[in-house]
């Protein structure tokens, strides 16, 4: 059994923006999107090497410094929920939290458990991810290792931060830290860092609004890598006439719905319509579009319904991805606002879906997402981003892998369907189970050798 690596917390504080947020900036409202979505924290994780040429009390004042400026233009991260219709933007501080783990980073990258992380966040997140009223918006917990690596956890309220507004806030905070540290110019921190808080204009806020399902569950997780020479394979195996040019992304959500299909059809002993969502970010097909920069939760849910029938192929999901998400472009936003709702559940199977009767899936990407090549304080990029989750089942997240090059997929199942969708051949034909992270800072792209049990 995999157990976590042995973590002591050395302090704890809240960082305050380090300009006053005016009085007329002080109750943010909040957009129809931001009230629908889940009460919860996303945690994203970036494990950096050691760099000889920093302190660990250099990092430590560096990430504080510049998060109070960073703080400063994103004042609502700095506040705290008030209700479902407004942050009070009162300067409380973001939470952030230093800490020693009693291990090495290599013991993580050799084999990337996220068992090893449960205790890499500002609280107890393996325990429960609600983020309610009155909770920070923004809680970060720096971890140094033994060997001088770090793990940087960005735990954000998902009430009103999403995948691309948690992009935007790193790569102004990390702008800020390597202006300075002058290893950069000021001119770095550009209007690509600077955001916009737009969100509820395009999205008015409703008292009818209807919040997403959420329940946590019993969940294990596992780790897909997925190289390019494989997702070729797979992108000219699904191809048809009425896919001709499947993306990386169809591909591997198409196949990984199947044999999570499968594995639960396996348990059950039976067939069950089943359902997957897949989370889009909207704000370039919004009318008028959202500025790249802007803040908020901008996520449509595209949901595409399999058929049931059991030889049932990835190129006919391919083609259900294909069919729902052209449905969505055409009238998924102008729903939203009419309904308040951001889940468009067939009729058919509403009374099932209520019922808990159908598979139900969750996808995420953030694929073609340069989290690597933002997040770089000054130290380098990191050699591995990950997001943790250990009560939300039936969740898939695609991420890219360090040398851009490949897709790695971490799987949320309740264990009994684990344990029989990371034995389907159809998948391991595809996909390496968890393998080491490869370092992208040598000249080889070779797998990290053991040899950095005693450099990381």
């Not at 960005?154 to 009430?159: G, L, Q, R």
Request: glycine content about 4%.
């Amino acid at each position: 059994m995999v157990r976590a690596l042995e973590v002591q917390v050395l302090t704890r504080e809240n960082i305050k923006p380090l300009n006053p947020t005016p009085h007329h900036l002080r109750n943010f409202k909040l957009s129809l999107m931001d009230q629908i979505t889940f009460p919860i924290y996303v945690c994203t994780i970036f494990l950096y090497k050691a760099d000889g040429s920093v302190k660990s009390y250099q990092i430590s004042q560096r990430l504080k410094s510049s998060l109070s400026k960073t703080l400063t233009k994103f004042y609502p991260f700095a506040g705290r929920l008030k209700d479902d219709f407004s942050i009070v933007c009162n300067d409380q501080g973001a939470e952030y939290v230093e800490a020693l783990a009693n291990g090495f980073l290599s013991e993580y990258l050799q084999k990337p458990d996220q068992k090893l992380l449960r205790d890499f966040h500002p609280f107890k997140y393996a325990e429960s991810s609600a983020a309610g009223i009155g909770d920070p918006m923004l809680r970060i917990q720096a971890t140094f290792f033994k060997c001088g690596g770090l793990a940087i956890a960005v735990c954000t309220h998902h009430k009103l931060i999403d995948g691309s507004s948690v992009g935007t806030f790193v790569n102004s905070w990390t702008a800020t830290a390597r202006a300075d540290s002058q290893s950069s110019s000021i001119s770095n921190i550009n209007k690509q860092v600077i955001p916009a808080f737009v969100a509820a204009t395009f999205f008015p806020a409703s008292e009818s609004f209807v919040p997403l399902p959420f329940h946590n569950a019993p969940t294990e997780a596992n780790r897909y890598v997925f190289d390019a020479s494989k997702i070729d394979q797979l992108r000219a195996k699904v191809a048809s006439a009425s896919v001709p040019r499947p993306s990386r992304v169809e591909v591997l959500t198409a196949l990984i719905w199947k044999c999570a299909k499968a594995a639960s059809r396996s348990n059950l002993g039976y067939s069950r319509p089943s359902l997957s969502v897949h989370a889009m970010n909207v704000r370039a097909v919004a009318k008028p579009p959202l500025p790249e920069n802007s803040v908020g939760n901008s996520v449509g849910y595209v949901t595409a319904q399999a058929s049931g029938n059991e030889i049932e192929t990835v190129q006919d999901l391919v083609l259900s991805l294909r069919k729902a998400k052209a449905e969505y472009s055409k009238k998924g936003l102008q729903t939203v606002l009419e309904t308040k709702n951001l889940f468009h559940i067939p009729e058919s199977l509403q009374d099932k879906f209520e019922k808990e009767e159908i598979d139900f899936y969750t996808f995420s990407s953030t694929v073609n997402f340069p989290f690597y090549e933002l997040a770089d304080f000054g130290w380098g990029k990191p050699v591995h981003v990950t997001i943790s989750n250990y009560v939300i089942s039936n969740l898939f997240v695609l991420m890219d892998t360090n040398d851009r090059k490949g897709i790695e997929v971490l799987a949320f199942l309740s264990p009994e369907d684990l344990a029989l969708f990371e034995r389907d051949q159809e998948l391991l034909s595809f996909a390496t189970v968890n393998p080491p992270v490869l370092d992208v800072s040598t000249s080889t792209g070779k797998n990290v050798s053991p040899v950095l049990r005693s450099t990381l």
